[in-house]
C-alpha cells in the first residue's frame, strides 16, 4: 500500500511543479509549438491558397521521382495510409493535400536538406478524392499524386 502512495505523492508533486512553472511562464509549450504549426496552410480552403501558404508559392512541376502509395480503395475514410517517397536531393518539405477534402491542406515534415525524403503517414478524407504530394526540395516545388476512392462499410461511394 505504501508503495501506490508514494508513487500518487511523486506524481502529485510533478504535476505541481509543472503548473507552478507553467503559471510563472518558464513554461510555455504553446510557443514552442506554436512556431512550427502552419496556421495558414490549415485555415486555406483551396488547394493552391494551402499550398501558396506553406511554401510561400503554388508552382510546381510533375516529377516522376516523387511517388505517392497510397490504397486504391480506402473502406475507412478517417484513416488513410499515405507514403510518399521523393526520390530527389535536397528535400527541405514534403505537404500532403486532398483535393475535396473541407480544409485541402492534411498534414506535413520538415525534413531540412536530407538527401532524400521519405515520409508515411495517415490522413482522413470525406470522399473519394485526388491525393496529392508537394515536395520541395533545392529550392523548387515537385508534386505527385494519387486518387483515393473512398468507401462506407465496403460498398462502394
Known amino acids: 500500500m505504501t508503495m501506490k502512495r508514494r508513487t500518487f ?3 502529485t508533486l510533478a504535476g505541481g511543479a509543472l503548473t507552478v512553472a507553467a503559471g510563472s ?3 510555455k509549450p504553446t510557443d514552442v509549438l506554436a512556431a512550427a504549426w502552419p496556421k495558414g496552410a490549415f485555415d486555406a480552403k483551396s488547394e493552391a491558397d494551402a499550398v501558396n501558404a506553406y511554401f ?3 508552382s ?4 516522376p521521382a516523387i511517388k505517392v ?4 480503395q480506402a473502406e475507412n475514410g478517417a484513416v488513410v495510409p499515405v507514403t510518399v517517397e521523393a526520390g530527389v536531393d535536397g528535400v527541405e518539405s514534403i505537404a500532403i493535400l486532398v483535393e475535396k477534402n473541407p480544409a485541402p491542406f492534411a498534414t506535413s515534415v520538415d525534413l531540412s536538406g536530407t538527401a532524400a525524403g521519405l515520409y ?3 490522413i482522413k478524407m470525406g470522399k473519394t478524392s485526388k491525393v496529392t504530394a508537394y515536395v520541395k526540395a533545392g529550392g ?3 508534386t505527385a499524386s494519387s486518387t483515393v476512392k473512398v468507401t462506407v462499410g465496403g ?3
Open 9 to 11: 505523492l511523486k506524481g
Open 25 to 27: 511562464g518558464l513554461l
Open 56 to 58: 510561400g508559392t503554388s
Open 60 to 63: 510546381a512541376s510533375d516529377n
Open 69 to 72: 502509395k497510397a490504397p486504391i
Open 120 to 122: 508515411k503517414t495517415r
Open 140 to 142: 523548387k516545388l515537385h
Open 155 to 157: 460498398c462502394g461511394g
